[in-house]
């Protein structure tokens, strides 16, 4: 059974930053591609970022493309985002994911999830 457990969300203001974090255990981390979601208030889930083992096979959403980066350290079993410029529209519930083998799209179906970590940004 794969875990995902998220951390770093918080209270921030427009224009700082955050780092998401996700600590996967229960699986072989390097054959999983890993995903970053979020869901606001009232609107669906929505994609955010993907990586497969290597910074390069990444994949972001339009809306955060050169704000964002995700990372991984295949070493911890941890995904990071890195978030920067945030905006109040950023303020959501944000989930990691992880589904085996490569797929970094962003309709990509996944099958473990955690349990999500608040961000919030101020105007």
């Known amino acids: 059974q794969v875990q995902l457990v998220e951390s770093g969300g918080g209270l921030v203001q427009a224009g700082g930053s955050l780092r998401l974090s996700c600590t996967a255990s229960?699986?072989?981390?390097?054959?999983?591609?890993m995903g970053w979601f979020r869901q606001a208030p009232g609107k669906e889930r929505d994609f955010v970022a993907a990586?497969?083992?290597?910074?390069?096979?990444?994949n972001y959403a339009d809306s955060v493309k050169g704000r964002f980066t995700i990372s991984r350290d295949n070493a911890k079993n941890t995904v990071y985002l890195q978030m920067n410029s945030l905006k109040p529209e950023d303020t959501a519930v944000y989930y990691c994911?992880?589904?085996?083998?490569?797929?970094?799209?962003?309709?990509?179906?996944?099958?473990?999830w955690g349990q999500g970590t608040q961000v919030t940004v101020s105007s």
């Open positions: 994911a992880a589904r085996y083998g490569f797929d970094i799209g962003p309709k990509t179906p996944y099958n473990y």
């Open positions: 229960g699986h072989a981390f390097t054959d999983y591609t």
């Open positions: 990586i497969w083992r290597t910074v390069p096979s990444s």
